[in-house]
Structure formats: C-alpha cells, structure tokens
C-alpha cells in the first residue's frame, strides 16, 4: 500500500509540475501554441484542470479515497477531448494524443475505468462526425480509428 501510495504522490506531484510549466511555456510563448486554435482559451483549460487535479489530490489526501485520484484521471481525459475540439475536431493536428489517456489508464486506472475511458474516447470521436462534412472516404477512416479506441480498451481490459 505504501508503494501505491508513492506512485500517486508522484504521478500529482508531477502531473501539477507538468501543467505549471505548460501554462508557463504558453503565456510566455504563445506562438509555439498556436496549434490550439485559440491561446488563451488554452491557457484557461491547463489552469482549469491544474486547479482540477489540486484540489483532487488535496481531497485525496485528506479523505484517503483513491476515487480521487480517479477523478483526476477523468478530468485529463476532458482535458485533451476539450483541446481536440478546440483545436479543429477531426482535422486537428493533436487528433493522436486521445490514445494518451486510454495508455496511462491501463498503468494507474482498473480494468473498468480503462474500459470506460476506451468508450468515452470513442464516443467523443464518434460524436466529432456530427460538427463536419466529411467525404465517404474520410467518414470511414474516422470510423476505423474510433473502433481501434474501442478495440484497445477492450483487449486491455481482456488483459487483467
């Protein structure tokens, strides 16, 4: 228990590190985040879920519930759908880093919060459909990768 308890301390402490210094980075040089459509909505999303993630590993710490160290997990997993919108939806170039949260579910989360985090993905780029035209062609590959989601979640979760 002492080592899971670590493992947590490290993934926050390092988590809100990471965040500071993006938020940092992108007030300071904008242009290099120009992929995010819009800077300064970017900016107020990695404040939002630097807030999010303190107070979820302070009530962790106080409570001794690992739930919230799941929540935080969830908050990073609307955090990247969010910039994914923000930043063009199907045609964006951050379109790959949604395999980001289903990856380091598998490591920190249980069997069926990845499960869940493989059909919340799924379902976001799914749901990427209705904001654009796309041609048949497109409409496929999108509906390949959204089943390649799905299937990953579904073979980490055979996994355990």
């Known amino acids: 228990m ?6 947590q301390l490290l993934v926050h402490i390092s988590s809100l590190i990471s965040l500071f210094l993006f938020i940092l ?19 107020t ?6 807030s999010f993630h303190l107070v979820c590993y302070v009530l ?18 609307i955090f990247f759908c969010s910039v994914v919108y923000i930043s063009g939806g199907l045609d964006s170039p951050v379109l790959l880093f949604l395999i980001f949260p289903l990856l ?7 069997v069926r919060d990845t499960a ?3 059909i919340i993905t799924s379902t976001f780029l799914l749901c990427l459909l209705w904001r654009t035209s796309l041609s048949p062609a497109e409409l496929g590959i999108h509906t390949i990768s ?15």
């Open 116 to 118: 869940y985090v493989g």
């Open 104 to 110: 380091v579910s598998t490591v920190d989360l249980n």
């Open 60 to 77: 962790e710490v106080h409570t001794r519930y690992k739930i919230f160290f799941t929540i935080s997990r969830y908050g990073w997993l």
């Open 45 to 50: 999303m990695m404040m939002w879920l630097f």
């Open 146 to 160: 959204a089943f390649l989601y799905t299937l990953i979640a579904y073979y980490v979760m055979q996994a355990d």
């Open 2 to 7: 002492l080592k899971l308890s670590r493992y």
């Open 25 to 43: 980075f992108a007030y300071l040089f904008p242009a290099y985040f120009a992929f995010s459509g819009n800077v300064e909505v970017f900016i």
